[in-house]
């Protein structure tokens, strides 16, 4: 695939608003964002660094197009804009 897919882009925003809105609200998900705040920067980056070497190492194992990477990527960072603004909005409209 070397185009766009609206549907990609859709599952990446649906994955990332799940993610950070309904699943972090549950007992496992506020335990892990738990113990990824207690584990350290370093840490982190190693655990990021892993996750992407991961998709890369995927991609050239069966072969997925990069655009296709990029469009469910592209889907993830509109949703997690989405989320932040609504969350600076809430934390607007719950001050006044």
Known sequence: MNSISPALVAAGFAVTVLALGPVAS?????????????????????????????????????????????????GSVVGLTVHVVSRILSDQLSND
């Open 26 to 74: 549950t007992e496992p998900g506020r335990r892990f964002g738990a113990w990824f705040r207690d584990i350290g920067g370093a840490y982190r980056l190693v655990l990021v660094l892993g996750f992407a070497a991961l998709v890369f190492g995927t991609s050239f194992a069966y072969d997925i197009s990069p655009v296709t990477i990029q469009t469910v990527i592209f």
